[in-house]
């Protein structure tokens, strides 16, 4: 029993059936990565993970419990944090502004009014969101404006603010889409520690092969909305099943 | 002081003593001289400068926090002036009823307007709060006349009620005792300085609920609004809920409006429906952009800006004209006068529109960032200065 279960998900749009019986288990502290060609329906999957999207059919069970027909942010409470494709930080603010709103979310929940108190008086909160910055190697940043750091970086604080709500289920959406090698790179070794280093699940979409095999130790291959196989990354690349659909002939 | 840092406290000094000094600070001509008409240290401008200035810091919490833009929001203003001259019928003149009484209503107001309106962003957000404020306008001015007397305003008539008016009680609004029109003129030389109560009692006003919408820029609450305005998406993929945090912004300033409202007719005890209409809610939009969009003194400088022309522009004829440019020959005297005539009294809109073009392209941050350029040129020339005198090798840029 995974920490994460979806079962026969389907969803369509209008004559498209963007998922069809979609079953999916990801086992705690694994690293689970989704792969699939152009439009087999990885988004879709991960948008009725969050709630962004409810799907027509099946269930989806986090923890044992379902998700489905929740917000976003009351999802995100109950411990799935999520990372976009374009990073998405609050980017009119400060690098600590930035990540001292996670720690608001986690301490207070998902709305309270202290209109009154200072920001900056919150010891406890000031304190978490400067120690997570350190060890994200972002301390000297804490004063910049947000909107100002190089794409690697935003990806980086991006990571930083939804381990800050220390999440049990870590979602990513291509992560390293539009980046560099070497941001590319540093990423990996990020997810790699962060993996390693806490009791977190990680579950990833992507569509670049280094990433994937060298991070995840589980992957599910989409295809048409439907999953293909799932296995260890050994069996994936070999599978010709799978070369057929995804990596092509010559792969 | 009063956690506030350093930089907001020395800002709330300088609020502090311009408020309080405004009577000597906006009559620096001697009241005989041609250019008198240029003070604007008279009772009824400077109160309406504090009035506007709660008006739009009320609004910058709501626009310049979250970024929502309320078209409605002259509808509270109608709502609190409503509330206070009731107390005036039904009690009596002490505006230590109404006042309360105002924010209290148009904060109700203010929670089923947002309720609705919220649940939706940008300009249709706007059209929403648009038709609201419409609406109440016209119940006011129509539907509602037991309520409101329609298109006369609401006033005091001496059958009212007014249960609890003493035999020696003054017959226009007071704060126990202190009637509001009352003024104290002071005669230094050619000059004459009016301190009126009415504009002190406001100016504290305005200190106490300008002290509170620092605390709110400073607070959690204010990071989640700002948070709220820079990207709602990630807000909410973060475990918190926009829609409770824009509420309670759009309730806290329609209650700052109702203030305003009830201010107003604390000063002078009417109220009419015309308060509520659009152009009243578009003022204040202009007020808190050209002052500067989330700044903390912004909106006040921009409330103070366009009274300030409403006020004295409009009062320029062509008679004082004549008298200013009578040095010239008079065929261009005549014509200066033409070229100029459109942008005076009933024309001093257009002045304004100008003016609010120029700053919105120059000055995007509004009059705030106007000053903070003027320092930074100040600082730097020093510095130039200084390194001129130092090392005279080097070019200074």
Redesign the interface.
Known sequence: MGILEVKDVGKRFGGLQALGDVNLSVKENSVHAIIGPNGAGKSTLLNCL?GKLIPDTGSVMFDGQSVLGR???EI??MGI??V?QTP??????TVL?NM???C???R???????????????AE?VDKAEHMLEEMNMADKAGMHSASMSRGDKRRLEIA?CLA?EPRLLLLDEPTAGMARADTNNTIDLLKQISDERDITIAIIEHDMHVVFSLANRITVLAQGTPLVEDDPENIRGNPKVREAYLGETA | MLGLNKKDTSLMIVVIILTMFAPFILNPFPVDSAMAQFNAGYPDLMQRFVIFGIFAIGFNILFGLTGYLSFGHAAFLGIGSYSVVWMYKLLDYNVIYGLPLAVLTAGIFAVAIGYVSLRRSGIYFSILTLAFAQMSFNLAYSVLTPITNGETGLQVYNNDPQVLLGANEATSPHLFGIVMNNSFKLDVGAWQFTFNNGYYFCALVMLLVFYLSIRIFRSPFGLMLRAVKSNQNRLSYTGLNPRPYTLAAFVISGMYAGLAGGLMASMDPLAGAERMQWTASGEVVLMTILGGTGTLIGPVLGAGFIKYFENIFSKINDTILHQWFSFLPDGLEDAVVFIIHPFIGKGWHLTLGILFMLVVIFLPGGLVEGGQRIGKWIKSRGKSEDSDSGATTEPAE
């Open positions: 969050v917000t976003p942010y995100n409470q944090s999520r976009f998405e930080i609050f980017s009119d603010l502004e001292m709103i996670p608001f979310a986690k207070d929940g998902a709305f309270r009014m202290h209109a009154i108190e200072n920001m900056m008086s919150e909160i603010m709500q």
